[in-house]
């Protein structure tokens, strides 16, 4: 009987360190997944959680210390494969610090329910917004529940949260001397969804130095969101109403610019002998020979690192001053603009 | 005093019901972010909320109930644009249900790491596999542990777990006999990782029903993931080697084909007129005019939906047997194949 206690005696992490001949530490790097235990450690350590039968629990590690390691993001379209790249940041940005991730989609639960969900939910230590705007009633909600909250290629002036974002007003100037500078007199600009800072800080910064450099500029804007359909509908719009057809067109992002390049194709246009086209955001996909797209990359490993720092920061003192870092892209040069080299700088 | 003592009364729930004038479900719905409620309610809830100063306790409820409303999910590889299509049909469907989605990237920590973080987590309900190979030890040790699980789109034989997949063999066996209807003699596969079924499963229905048709067969298989770079150098090394060239090629996956397509545009093929080209999933970009591809579209949204009712039911009761359903695919011609008609049924 004395031998059945001990037998029930609820097994400890620490009997599991015993047991595999590691410290409580490894044991705990292993049952979070971290990397930086070898393969066979975390394989004696396997054995020992086996033969043990001991359990984190989590909800009550949870109530202890008000932390649950897991942090939370809240995405506009997953589809668009600008966050798919943001998250496998994210993910290797967590997995080195042994935090977890969770996911919400603004796309499916619709507009704003998904970070209201996210604000209240007591599953995580802090919010990463990558889809607010300024309308936001969930970013609103989270500032005034004091939610630690960092918004991530998204900016609203005037609040009072951790930002972190590129600047989207000095890239789209720059593709606009970039067109001039090649000898482009009239230039297109495909743009994106009215809420989104990023779309349009691109347009005030190109349009603006377009205008300033005497080009004639035709603009589509808006856009229920980033996608294909609207650069491939866009695209169709700018070209059926434009007098004079332009011969360099700058997108919003990567994924329209696709969507415009497919439209061009369909008429019979040649990327780049009668257009230029750029676009922005820098995916994987920009450099696919089919595309082979001139873009504005963006620095999202050291964005994403910039962002966790300051929430993780913020999760330890909620009264910290906001930060707003804003961060430089880089104009990467492809087939799609002919090679052509970048101008001297301004 | 008594007014202090009366204010500081931790706010509950049902406070929050009657000042909104709504019922406690309805509370708990806007907590969830579900869609069901209006807007109008919602604000009328979070207003309640902020007076009050209620905060549901997830924590306290996950200790109490033993439930907490999250599904986890394991992805392989984020950047293939079938896991995005993949989370955005899981997050409606778990939207539709009041749960919530967190995530493990097995390309992040490395390998079997990040689904054995998932199954020690004591954050989530139950688990949705979507990367499990028969090797698996994370799967092992989630069978062992009788942790809820499901795999999505893989399968692993004779396994007592539940599965929902794709007839992958029936979708190879189809796009052979398509290719022989039309006259093809050599026909070209590009595989994928050994250790996918999904990968497995569409390389032997296709070789059998080609070799059984007569058909002159030239195969890469191999890969260590489905991706555009690996469909890219495929494509180069079966064509550099292949003594009599291909007229038509079936691809692992669609990103393959896109891959695949670049590679024998680069060489200066024309599609369809020189080289026919099929893929797998029917993601939303296998319809872009770039690539018009024809391809074995899985029925997604049903097979998600299945997934999570088994797994539900299996967080219920872990005794129920194992269940294996395979969906059928669809094969969607395009201009890949010169929009081809389908043979009559077998």
Chains 1, 2 share one sequence.
Not at 42 to 69: D, F, I, M
Request: glycine share 8%; hydrophobic share 40%.
């Amino acid at each position: 009987l004395s031998g059945s206690a001990r037998g029930h005696r609820v097994p400890t992490s620490r009997d599991v360190a015993r047991l595999a001949g590691v410290s409580q530490a490894t044991v705990s790097r292993v049952l979070n997944g971290n990397d930086r235990v070898s393969e066979e450690t975390a394989q004696r350590v396997h054995e020992a959680l086996r033969s043990t039968g001991y359990t984190p629990n989590l909800a009550a590690a949870t109530l202890r210390t008000r932390r649950t390691g897991t942090l939370g993001l809240v995405i506009e379209r997953i589809t668009n494969p600008f966050y798919p790249e943001l998250i496998e940041s994210l993910g290797r940005e967590l997995a080195r610090r042994d935090l977890r991730l969770a996911l919400w989609n603004t796309s499916i639960a619709a507009g704003d329910r998904a970070a209201t969900q996210a604000i209240y939910s007591r599953g995580i230590d802090g919010l990463i917004f990558t889809a607010a705007t300024a309308q936001s009633n969930a970013l609103r909600l989270a500032i005034e529940r004091e939610a630690p909250v960092v918004l991530v290629n998204r900016s609203v002036p005037d609040l009072a949260c951790d930002q972190v974002e590129c600047d989207n007003e000095a890239a789209g100037a720059e593709m606009a001397r970039y067109f001039a500078h090649h000898g482009h007199a009239v230039v297109g600009l495909i743009g994106g969804p009215q809420g989104a800072s990023t779309a349009r800080g691109r347009v005030k910064g190109f349009t603006e130095t377009a205008s300033a450099l005497g080009l004639k500029l035709e603009v589509v804007d808006g856009g229920a969101e980033f996608s294909h359909d609207w650069g491939y509908t866009a695209f169709e719009s700018l070209f059926d109403r434009a007098e004079t057809k332009p011969t360099a067109l700058f997108c919003g992002n990567d994924l329209t610019a696709f969507g415009a390049m497919d439209a061009a194709r369909d008429r019979g246009l040649d990327i780049p002998k009668d257009l230029w086209v750029a676009g922005f955001d820098g995916i994987a996909m920009s450099a696919w020979p089919s595309y082979d797209l001139t873009t504005a990359r963006l620095p999202l490993d050291q964005m994403i690192e910039a962002a966790v720092d300051l929430l993780l920061s913020r999760v330890a003192d909620s009264t910290r001053p906001a930060t707003h870092l804003r961060f430089s892209s880089e104009l990467v040069i492809r087939g799609s603009t002919a090679h052509a080299a970048l101008p001297p700088p301004a």
